[in-house]
């Protein structure tokens, strides 16, 4: 038996918040301590689990790298295939670039451009925080030029402040700690 009702109540336990990290002015909220407890990382997967479902995935998109964590542990669960979402220069060539903006800087992801077939497929996009939302629409620009659909984001925490949800209005958002 899990001793977490619910995930918003295993992140509000384990969560460790750490102040200028990576910028001075940042508060970076660590998921470490939730992946490392067992109850805390079940009730968070089955919670994103459950999220995908309801948006019909057809595969996961897990965003590098917290996301490739908990994206592959959703995709296990639903027994759909999980796609690995990586920063730029992590994949050999060919790959498809990305480039985006992050609250303290830029940075790109890619995909490999051949070895998969995503046409058709629904995806839905899994992370660990939405913050300006970067990271998923860079993602979702490089599945569908794939010929895939995104048909939903589902992330673990959402830093409202930042206006991330805003960027992603035309797909539907599930924050499970809200």
Do not use: H
Request: charged share 25%; proline share 4%.
């Amino acid at each position: 038996m899990n001793r977490y009702g619910s995930a918003r109540e295993a992140l509000a336990a384990r969560i460790r918040y750490v102040q200028d990290w990576p910028e001075e002015g940042i508060l970076f909220e660590d998921l470490t301590p939730v992946l490392a407890d067992a109850d805390a990382f079940q009730i968070v997967v089955d919670e994103l689990a459950d999220a995908c479902v309801r948006l019909n995935a057809g595969m996961i998109g897990g965003l590098d790298a917290r996301g490739f964590l908990l994206g592959s542990a959703v995709a296990y669960k639903l027994g759909l295939g999980v796609l690995a979402i990586r920063k730029k220069g992590k994949l050999p060539p060919p790959v498809i670039t990305e480039a985006y903006s992050l609250e303290y800087g830029t940075a790109a992801l890619e995909i490999p451009a051949d070895g998969q077939d995503l046409a058709g497929v629904k995806v839905v996009l899994v992370d660990d925080v939405l913050a300006t939302g970067g990271t998923l629409v860079a993602a979702r620009k490089l599945i569908e030029q794939c010929g895939a659909e995104v048909v939903g984001n589902v992330v673990v925490l959402e830093v409202a402040e930042l206006g991330g949800r805003e960027r992603l209005s035309d797909r539907p958002l599930v924050v499970i700690n809200e």
